[in-house]
């Protein structure tokens, strides 16, 4: 009899406690919503609509009609298009050069600081907290060919001033800076949380073995952040494929086309070209096309370097 009511109680406990796991799972997917009903709003449906405007001809008022590839031939065909994709390249490329290179330098100097650190954190945070466009703004007052703060710099130590977004040498190259300042502080934040999970004990063992500070940096530094190195390399690549906010407030693609991007054209197909919305989400979906390659490349050598 006992027994029997011991099975009783394991029957009737086992119940109580799968439905508590719904329960809690439940509330925990009620949390969700709000954040799976923006992503769904505001990421997933413009993502599918892209894909199907990009196969048809409509300016979003009459009934769309189906044209097949004829966006894509228009795109391709167009003399912009390759300038616009080796811009894009080369942006992408000096902003890794800046944008990857000196946020890593600045953590490595804050993880290294004994004082002060909290306020230089905060320092280097500030221009992530301000709104995009109150940062290019502000930088278009830096490179005025006139008063800008820069040319008053150079000015200071004898060079003559530059025509910085007016010229096709320096107007790319003045977009760099921009973005580097815009985002260091989100890069530098990721890579010191990443050093400060590096064992003390390694950097320990390496200054006892005669290493200098680059020899630590490139033993032991390094090679304890490769996964975090490797996957802000993807995601800093993919958002600097898509930049369009500097050469929108501030060159408008020129001059001579020297700051026009890829997405700054599907800009000017949609909203510049009478509305060729057909051919702007082509072009969109082109340029996702390249960056899932790449981030799916990416993504399978990294497993591969796994033990």
């Known amino acids: 009899m006992l027994i029997a009511d011991a099975g009783t109680r394991r029957r009737a406990h086992v119940p109580s406690r799968l439905g508590r796991s719904i329960r809690r799972n439940l509330t925990a997917y009620g949390f969700l919503c709000a954040a799976l009903a923006c992503f769904a709003v505001f990421a997933w449906y413009p993502m599918v609509r892209t894909f199907i405007l990009s196969f048809q001809q409509t300016n979003l008022i009459d009934p769309p009609t189906w044209v097949g590839l004829d966006n894509f031939r228009t795109v391709v065909d167009d003399p912009a298009f390759g300038e ?5 390249l080369e942006f992408t490329v000096l902003a890794l050069l800046c944008g990857y290179v000196v946020p890593f330098g600045i953590a490595i ?3 290294e600081l004994r004082h002060a650190r909290a306020y230089l954190r905060f320092v280097v945070y500030l221009p992530v907290m301000l709104p995009p466009i109150v940062s290019v703004l502000m930088f278009r007052w830096f490179f005025d060919p006139g008063p800008g703060l820069f040319n008053q710099i150079l000015g200071v130590v004898g060079i003559p001033p530059l025509a910085w977004l007016d010229s096709t040498s320096t107007a790319l190259i003045s977009l760099v800076i921009v973005s580097t300042w815009m985002n260091l502080g989100s890069g530098t934040l990721i ?6 999970n590096i064992p003390g004990e390694l950097y320990e063992a390496a200054e006892l073995d005669g290493a200098g500070v680059w020899r630590r940096i490139r033993h032991v530094t390094i090679p304890q952040t490769k996964l975090i190195l490797l996957l802000m390399l993807m995601l800093q690549i993919v958002a600097t494929m898509q930049v369009f906010i500097e050469p929108f407030m501030l060159t408008l693609g020129g001059p001579e086309n020297a700051t026009l991007t ?4 599907m800009y000017q197909y ?4 009478g ?4 051919a702007g989400g082509a072009l969109g979906l082109m340029l996702m096309i390249v960056l899932l ?3 799916a490349v990416q993504l ?8």
Do not use: I
């Not at 616009?84 to 894009?88: C, D, F, Q």
């Not at 890579?191 to 400060?196: E, G, H, R, T, V």
């Open 84 to 88: 616009a994709w080796l811009n894009t």
């Open 109 to 111: 100097v804050l993880n």
């Open 191 to 196: 890579y010191l949380a990443a050093l400060q």
């Open 262 to 265: 890829v997405a700054y054209l």
């Open 270 to 273: 949609a909203f510049v070209y």
């Open 275 to 278: 509305g060729n919305y057909g």
């Open 293 to 295: 390659a790449f981030a």
């Open 300 to 307: 399978r050598l990294n497993r591969q370097d796994r033990p």
